[in-house]
């Protein structure tokens, strides 16, 4: 099962163009789990609503492509929130730090273009 960091869905969304071709045959094999996680959602209307330069994805239109796509959602839970204490500072991105400790307590693959994730010992990553 692979979880999706919040530029992925943004990309899957926006600009598909920006993912790679073994990615792309991945996503769209119906006999694979992929997860998008309340964390990305949350980072994204966060970011909207701040008013970020160059930001302009609305959430609730993001969340509508997902669900029609057949992404399965991964919610927030307590022991994903424990774990996140735990983890190593590589990463200073509460957003960041919250989607690895899903991946890690899940046991799914994180799907990420972060150069700072692959730090993370025991993390599995789509390569």
């Not at 930001?55 to 029609?68: C, G, M, P, R, S």
């Not at 929130?81 to 590589?90: H, M």
Request: aromatic residues 10%.
């Amino acid at each position: 099962m692979y979880l999706l960091d919040t530029h992925i869905v943004i990309w899957l969304a926006q600009e598909p163009q920006k993912l790679d071709e073994r990615l792309k045959a991945l996503l769209l094999n119906k006999n694979v789990k992929v997860y998008f996680s309340t964390v990305n959602l949350w980072e994204v209307a966060i970011k909207k609503a701040l008013g970020k330069a160059g930001f302009d994805v609305d959430v609730k239109l993001l969340y509508q492509h997902l669900i029609e796509n057949q992404y399965l959602e991964l919610p927030v839970l307590s022991r994903h929130c424990l774990l996140v204490q735990d983890l190593p500072l590589y990463h200073k991105d509460p957003f960041d730090r919250l989607i690895i400790a899903q991946a890690m307590s899940e046991n799914f693959t994180l799907i990420t273009e972060d150069t700072i994730i692959p730090q993370y010992p025991n993390l599995k990553l789509f390569k």
